[in-house]
Nanobody
């Protein structure tokens, strides 16, 4: 049973940086792509980044391009979201999630989609507050 545990959230000033971690256990991660989602209270959860099984394909929402970087470490079984130049509007809860990529997909290791319904397992969420 795949489990995801997030860490690294906190309070930061505008322009500052944080790195979120998502530690995975209980399954072979070579079958999963990982996404990061942002949710503000009272609003829909938004996909902001995804990294493929290979780690070589990434995708970002327009709002975070050039500021956030997603990566994965297969040795440590951990996915990261490096957040730089944080803005007040980045405040919210960040969830990591794992999507099991269908075995019939031609380029399975490069699959990278940010649709929430594609994801099967979710972390508990990490709170990020950007404030002066």
């Amino acid at each position: 049973q795949l489990q995801l545990v997030e860490s690294g959230g906190g309070l930061v000033q505008p322009g500052g940086s944080l790195e979120l971690s998502c530690a995975a256990s209980g399954a072979n991660l070579n079958y999963y792509a990982f996404g990061w989602f942002h949710q503000v209270a009272g609003k829909e959860r938004e996909g902001i980044s995804v990294v493929s099984i290979s780690g070589l394909t990434t995708k970002y929402a327009e709002s975070v391009k050039g500021r956030f970087t997603v990566s994965r470490d297969k040795v440590r079984n951990t996915v990261y979201l490096q957040m730089n130049n944080l803005k007040v509007e980045d405040t919210g809860t960040y969830y990591c999630a794992a999507a099991r990529v269908p075995g019939t997909f031609l380029d399975r290791t490069s699959w990278a989609r940010l649709a929430e319904e594609e994801y099967d397992v979710w972390g508990q969420g990490a709170q990020v507050t950007v404030s002066s």
